[in-house]
């Protein structure tokens, strides 16, 4: 007679389903009743009887194999798990269970009681991002794709129920020596209670849709239209962010994730990396939000965690210190930008050197920051008011106090200013923008209309000291110097991408040089001659967004759909019978010819009719389908959810996809010519003309 064993007696990590369970029961977390055997032992004796605590229950068998959700590959789904119900024999199931594992080795089949849940779901989580998919009851139709379930997209919040049992599953699964980058989990809920029922890694980034984005401070600096270029600069030069943190604490190195993020055409800032950062530090969020405006959420999130505060205060002190380095190496930084720039001899590289520019500028403001927070808090607590005098103050009063003057008087004045100052412009951080040299007409049409300049603090012009509070504003000065010196820099990184622009014209890639800045990394590492399109194809997202009134902080979903509104438009899809709507698995967007499929076996019996420019079409996804992902350019489904298992493995297999595109299976014909569009979240038909290949 076989012996079944309880789950804490399963110690074989090359069967990681049971195994991971059992490391997830070890640590407090609520699991089934699990037992199990080995399928050796049950193929010997298949006539085995039910540990007694499940006789006269219904259950579940499930199986257990090394090749099955490994860190490298996934079988998600392709083993096999039935339901028995109390009085049923399982000699059946049980059969099927062991053909479904491999010959030898350690696999297993283990039992558990079948959960009778309030609702179910399947979910991913990085250690702060998740994606959830839940439904009422059990959650076999989310996983096999024939429901889409109740969806939601996030990151961790302070004090929420669901947040502190995922950081249960970070403790388990994504601290300490795990390799994992982020958890699948199958959940079920019983009583109020979070029930595991599977943990598996997950082998794709799960941190994109749960993204708390904000226009916060990038809109400020770089106006509503930043140009193509210097979005792309920042969001590249914003992936060093993680370093700067990470070097005085390495376990950050390990979040995937980044400061700026581009959707719609700008940068935004990614308040939840810095939402995570305060919660490894144990400091409020609201750090954040004081810093560069926006909303936090709740009241815990204007509180320390005081415990985790003192136990990463080794770190909080290192980054003070290393703040402090960085502020006082800003003049060697600076010097190092110059030879870079000086260095560069065509548009690539002087793209780099506005990101390596860009880079240093948020290093560097970074550590300001960091310092000035600390500074700011010790003048409150000691009621210290003032502010200090900056450089910019010191341009708005010079050029006002010229407002009167007339004549040569005038223009003299001016010129004088403009060498102080001519390296700074409106939205200056965004080399599209002229800088004020280069707008000399403008600035002395404006002064000769007025007759006076405005009334300015400290007296419209009079310049103060802070005598002995002056070192309590030593930092707030160096930020306005430090800002104004990377300006110096701009001015002929901007003159030598116009000049570099010039001759691109003279080449005939470019129709005026000032069309340079809709070009962003991609474009200029593609070849010359295809940037006209590129160009043409940014103009064209402008004008499809130009009315589209985005949030200013929002979830990374909520934006995107937005945006995916106006892709619709653009492409005509009020014309209903040439596009298709469905759940969009990834951005990409591919054309090619449908094959429509209902038979695995047939299909793969029929190999000459896959390949790249195939758009595999079926009525509904199982797992057993990812045999023909790596052959196929992509895959629409008429059921299914973007957390099915099928959609699970499409995203690992990193193909486009389409899922829950109702009528697509009655709508397509072999043959016919259609594009996926991941951006529009929508099929679009090209070409009707389809003959039968069936």
Known sequence: MTQWQPLERFKDAAVPKLFELGRAAKAGLKVPPTWWATATSLRAAPHTTLPTPLQNQNIILRSGSPDEDTQETSNAGQLHSEAVMAGQSMEGALRRVLEALPEGGPAVVFVQPLVEAERSGVAFFDGFYYERSQTEGLNHEITAGTQRGETAFGHLQRGQPWSQWLERLRAVYLEGSSRWRAVDVEFAVVGGQHVLLQARPALFDVSQKGQTLSLANHREILGDWPSPWIVSVLVEASTQVLSYFASVDPSIASWSTSYAVEVAER????????????????????????????????????????????????????????????????????????????????????????????????????????????????????????????????????????????????????????????????????????????????????????????????????????????????????????????????????????????????????????????????????????????????????????????????????????????????????????????????????????????????????????????ILVVPALEPSWALLFPRVGGVVADLGGELSHASILLREARRPALVNCRGSWQRLEDGMKVRLDGQAGCLHILDDGAESQR
Do not use: C
């Not at 300049?453 to 000291?465: E, F, I």
């Not at 005939?508 to 991609?522: A, I, K, N």
């Open 267 to 614: 940068a935004w800032m990614n308040f939840g990396f810095f939402f995570r950062l305060m919660d490894h530090w144990g400091l409020p969020r609201s750090f954040v939000t004081e810093g560069v405006g926006g909303e936090s959420g709740s009241a815990l999130d204007q509180k320390a965690d005081l415990g985790r505060m003192v136990r990463k205060s080794p770190r909080l002190v290192a980054l003070q210190l290393q703040n402090l380095w960085t502020i006082a190496r800003a003049g060697k930084a600076l010097a190092a930008l110059d030879a870079q720039i000086e260095a560069a001899t065509d548009l690539p590289s002087l793209f780099e050197a506005n990101v390596a520019a860009m880079a240093t500028a948020i290093r560097t403001n970074f550590a300001i920051n960091g310092a000035l927070t600390g500074i700011a808090r010790v003048r409150g607590w000691l009621g210290i008011k003032g502010h200090a005098r900056v450089v910019t103050q010191d341009m708005m009063e010079d050029y006002e106090a010229m407002a009167g003057l007339e004549g040569g008087a005038l223009e003299g004045a001016l010129d004088d200013w403009l060498t102080r100052y001519g390296h700074r412009g409106p939205l200056e951080s965004d080399p599209r923008q002229p800088r004020f040299a280069e707008l000399r007409a403008e600035l002395l049409t404006d002064l000769s209309s007025r007759k006076e300049g405005s009334a300015l603090p400290d007296g419209g012009g009079k310049r103060t000291s802070l005598g002995l509070l002056a070192p309590f504003y030593v930092v707030d000065v160096r930020r306005e110097w430090f800002r104004d010196q990377l300006m110096v820099r701009w001015k002929p990184l901007r003159t030598r991408i116009l000049a570099e622009a010039a001759t691109a014209v003279e080449a005939g890639w470019l129709d005026d040089p000032e069309d340079v800045f809709w070009l962003g990394r991609d474009a200029l590492e593609g070849a010359p001659d295809q940037w006209r399109a590129a160009i043409e194809a940014k103009r064209g997202a402008k004008a499809r967004l130009q009315t589209v009134e985005l949030p200013t902080t929002a979830t990374r979903q909520d934006i995107e759909h937005h945006v995916q509104q106006a892709h619709r438009a653009g492409l005509g899809v009020t014309e209903r019978g040439r596009h298709i709507d469905g759940i969009a698995l990834s951005p990409d967007v591919v054309e090619g010819v449908v094959l429509k499929a209902d038979d695995l076996r047939q299909t793969m019996a029929n190999p000459q009719r896959l390949g790249p420019q195939t």
